[in-house]
């Protein structure tokens, strides 16, 4: 079992920035795929950042490259997710999250699916005011 604990949320102003941590206890001496959602109300939950703590790819959803940037401390066992230049569209509950343990990242945009992943945080609000 894996447990997730977030946080880092708050409001901040449209540029500022954040950074979120996601606290992660269980199976950690395993290579997993770490991962970072988001969900805005009215909103499906949709995938933001991917880390894979074997060969330590990193994988962004469109709208955050540039500005999120997803790491991991391997002595700490937590992921960030550092977020910059934020924007009122970036509002949202974030959520960390993690694949089954002893599988690698799965590539060609398929880490996207919330299908791909099994346990979950309680998430962390983040609110970008224009």
């Known amino acids: 079992q894996v447990q997730l604990v977030e946080s880092g949320g708050g409001s901040v102003q449209a540029g500022g920035s954040l950074r979120l941590s996601c606290a992660v206890s269980g199976n950690t001496y395993l290579r997993a795929c770490m991962g970072w959602f988001r969900q805005a109300p009215g909103k499906e939950r949709e995938g933001v950042a991917a880390f894979d703590t074997g060969d330590h790819s990193t994988y962004y959803a469109d709208s955050v490259k540039g500005r999120f940037t997803i790491s991991r401390d391997s002595a700490k066992n937590t992921v960030y997710l550092q977020m910059t230049s934020l924007k009122p569209e970036d509002t949202a509950m974030y959520y960390c999250?993690?694949?089954?343990?002893?599988?690698?990242?799965?590539?060609?945009?398929?880490?996207?699916?919330?299908?791909?992943?099994?346990?979950w945080g309680q998430g962390t609000q983040v609110t970008v005011s224009s």
């Open positions: 999250a993690a694949a089954r343990a002893g599988r690698p990242c799965p590539g060609g945009g398929l880490w996207l699916l919330l299908s791909n992943w099994n346990y």
